[in-house]
């Protein structure tokens, strides 16, 4: 089942009309366009839901939500616009920040959110990445929910996909970026590695069942501030 994600609205008084699960697990995919996030939640979903891009075109243009079960819990995985398209593309940067914010504030008005999912291309670790990562877990969540890396495009990293992480972290780690859990996958199901895209299916879930945290942090948002445009 697909949900497009709506924002809430609001009766005027103190309820808004529509309230997500209570006994979901909110778990936020975020990181630069093109990184793989939706390649990465059809993973963990097991099918092509989420619409990957096919070339350069930036592909998820606002918050959708794929529910799954995993380990008898139900796990509500939003995919989000990449961050990082400049002024002028399909979705530019402000509202893809934007969009965000709304996510995380409209979660609050129902379980909140118990994990954050940053998906990055392996390569360089970039400015552009601690940017991301400041401004959504540190500005937006208050440093306080668990946060994991994906990295994607390591099917060609030798001897294992994980050996990336090992000859990288401490970039992560000198730019102010650390984490509570990483795995490094393949997300794109290729002719020839079938293998590496099993394995990266198995680890994914994994890291997700494991370090979301049982109860949401809610965002403290005042009603006034929830149309707020950055
Ligand atoms: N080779 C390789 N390609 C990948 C991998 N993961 C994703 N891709 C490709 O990278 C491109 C972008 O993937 P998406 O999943 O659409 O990325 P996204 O982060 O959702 O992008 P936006 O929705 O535009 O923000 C697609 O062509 C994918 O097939 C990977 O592990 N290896
Ligand atoms: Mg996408």
Known sequence: MIVRYQPFLWTGSNQ???ILQQSVLNVIFFGETGAGKSSVINL????????????????TLESTVYPVKLDGKTYNLYDTAGLGEPSGGTVDNATAVGNLYRLVSDLSYSGGVNLLVFVVCCGRVTGAMRKSYGLFYHGFCDSK????IVVTRCEYVEPTMDRWWIDNEVSFTRD?????GHVCVCA???RYNEDLVQESEGVVKQLIVQHCMPNGWKKV???QSRGLEL
């Open 44 to 59: 963990i979903l097991g099918s092509d839901k989420a619409k990957v891009a096919d070339g350069q075109v930036v592909v």
């Open 16 to 18: 808004p009309y529509r």
């Open 176 to 180: 102010g970026m650390s984490f509570n």
């Open 221 to 223: 948002c005042h009603p």
């Open 145 to 148: 929910v668990p946060i994991v």
């Open 188 to 190: 794109w199901k290729g």
